[in-house]
């Protein structure tokens, strides 16, 4: 089992900035492609990023892409999600997912994952 307990949303003004962070436990964290999804109001969740356990390979869907930028740090069991030039359309409540297997060439699909935190809220204001 993993346990992931995001951390760091809130209200910002659009252009802003926020970092979330994603701290796991439960299982070797090293070893997990680690991924953020959010899902806004009314809409179906959907990816942001993915990194590889070794930190090799990034993924991101074309609406964050050159704004957001997802990192590890494998000594903290901890994966972070730095979000620059914030959007109102990036509000929405951020979810971090953990996969057991390497999702490979599919790390945007939710049921690569096996594992979710609670999430966070993420609000931008105009």
């Known amino acids: 089992q993993v346990q992931l307990v995001e951390s760091g949303g809130g209200l910002v003004q659009a252009g802003g900035s926020l970092r979330l962070s994603c701290a796991a436990s439960?299982?070797?964290?090293?070893?997990?492609?680690m991924g953020w999804f959010r899902q806004a109001p009314g809409k179906e969740r959907e990816f942001v990023a993915a990194?590889?356990?070794?930190?090799?390979?990034?993924f991101y869907a074309d609406s964050v892409k050159g704004r957001f930028t997802i990192s590890r740090d494998n000594a903290k069991n901890t994966v972070y999600l730095q979000m620059n030039g914030l959007k109102p359309e990036d509000t929405a409540v951020y979810y971090c997912?953990?996969?057991?297997?390497?999702?490979?060439?599919?790390?945007?699909?939710?049921?690569?994952?096996?594992?979710w935190g609670q999430g966070t809220q993420v609000t931008v204001s105009s």
């Open positions: 990194i590889t356990w070794s930190s090799s390979s990034t």
């Open positions: 997912a953990a996969a057991k297997f390497s999702p490979s060439g599919s790390y945007s699909r939710l049921s690569a994952y096996d594992y």
């Open positions: 439960g299982r070797t964290f090293s070893a997990l492609t």
